[in-house]
């Protein structure tokens, strides 16, 4: 395994990390499955896993403060989020001090562990101003609770008002920020990783193979296999147009030029990026993770990047006048 600083913070996480979104924990014999790929990702080396208090309605939590007992503490980067609601109340969703305060304790017990080492805010909050969540986050750190506090899914012109309030105050420093990034979603390279690289902030990408559609199971004029996601989802199906799916049919051309699978090419292509510290993975079954590690190991030839901008007709935003 290779491991990555988080921005300029001192801790190392690995460049895969496993994630709890889609964890299915609603039955014993899915529950074995996921507590075996946390197996399997800890003996690969895989340190960083990801939750949040709103996965599953709390029960992700729950399902990893059980499985986490087996392991050593230290050795693991665990992490949460808080905003998204966790019950009717009119003050059990947000930004706002009682509710993180609140929450992050919940998420402390839920996991059964006396610390964080990462939080993040999961959106932005309109609602609270950002002193008072900077100021109940800064002083999260100070109690102990938290290591290393970030976002998800903050804009620049956020990220950097942020930053601003954080110096007036003398607040501890925001670590670590948790956008959207795929081949399908490139936008955190217009101008999100060049704030992010200024601040120092690590950058750990969820979504890395596009909600599935990167997978390679998800096939022009192939039939949507049975169980996958897309049967009840509606972000994956919404995915599955002809212009996407044309595109996945030359990356897996691409994939196999390179004698390997469009999932393994599609993560090695965004961990070459080293401003990316850890891309947050999803694997429910021990063999969709061994999957995702050969990417470590795949060095994609430079020419490639080219094609795949070609194939997507990106290019980074800049504006000439004159």
């Known amino acids: 395994m290779n491991y990555r600083r988080l921005g300029k913070q001192g801790v190392k996480v690995s460049e895969l990390?496993?994630?709890?979104?889609?964890?299915?924990?609603?039955?014993?014999?899915?529950?074995?499955?996921?507590?075996?790929?946390?197996?399997?990702?800890?003996?690969?080396?895989?340190?960083?896993?990801?939750?949040?208090?709103?996965?599953?309605?709390?029960?992700?939590?729950?399902?990893?403060?059980?499985?986490?007992?087996?392991?050593?503490?230290?050795?693991i980067i665990l992490s949460s989020k808080v905003f998204f609601p966790t019950g009717k109340g009119v003050n059990d969703r947000g930004l706002s001090r009682k509710h993180i305060m609140e929450s992050v304790d919940q998420s402390l017990a839920n996991m059964q562990t006396d610390y964080l080492d990462l939080y993040f805010c999961h959106r932005f909050d309109p609602e609270t101003s950002l002193e008072e969540t900077l100021q109940a986050l800064s002083d999260l750190v100070d109690q102990g609770k938290v290591l290393y506090y970030g976002v998800s899914e903050w804009r620049p012109v956020q990220l950097l008002e942020a930053q601003l309030v954080i110096q007036e105050r003398g607040l501890h420093?925001?670590?670590?920020?948790?956008?959207?990034?795929?081949?399908?979603?490139?936008?955190?390279?217009?101008?999100?990783?060049?704030?992010?690289?200024?601040?120092?902030?690590?950058?750990?990408?969820?979504?890395?193979?596009?909600?599935?559609?990167?997978?390679?199971?998800?096939?022009?004029?192939?039939?949507?296999?049975?169980?996958?996601?897309?049967?009840?989802?509606?972000?994956?199906?919404?995915?599955?147009?002809e212009s996407n799916l044309d595109k996945v049919e030359e990356l897996v051309k691409m994939a196999a030029e390179l004698d390997t699978d469009l999932a393994t090419f599609s993560l090695a292509w965004a961990l070459h990026d080293p401003r990316i510290t850890s891309?947050?993975?999803?694997?429910?079954?021990?063999?969709?993770?061994?999957?995702?590690?050969?990417?470590?190991?795949?060095?994609?030839?430079?020419?490639?990047?080219?094609?795949?901008?070609?194939?997507?007709?990106?290019?980074?935003?800049?504006?000439?006048?004159?």
């Not at 190991?297 to 007709?313: A, G, K, M, S, V």
Request: proline share 5%; net charge neutral; hydrophobic share 35%.
């Open 17 to 75: 990390a496993l994630g709890s979104w889609m964890t299915d924990v609603s039955e014993p014999d899915k529950q074995e499955l996921a507590a075996q790929s946390i197996k399997l990702a800890y003996e690969n080396g895989i340190n960083f896993l990801d939750c949040a208090d709103a996965y599953s309605g709390g029960a992700a939590e729950r399902f990893l403060g059980k499985v986490l007992k087996d392991y050593p503490r230290k050795e």
């Open 173 to 241: 420093p925001m670590s670590v920020v948790q956008p959207q990034y795929n081949m399908f979603d490139r936008y955190i390279e217009h101008e999100l990783l060049d704030v992010c690289e200024k601040l120092g902030l690590g950058v750990v990408p969820f979504s890395p193979l596009s909600q599935g559609l990167l997978t390679g199971k998800y096939r022009k004029g192939h039939k949507i296999p049975a169980g996958s996601r897309a049967t009840y989802q509606d972000q994956i199906r919404d995915l599955l147009t």
């Open 279 to 322: 891309l947050i993975t999803g694997a429910s079954k021990p063999e969709q993770l061994n999957s995702n590690l050969k990417a470590l190991d795949l060095q994609i030839p430079n020419d490639y990047y080219n094609r795949i901008n070609e194939l997507f007709h990106f290019k980074k935003f800049s504006r000439k006048i004159g």
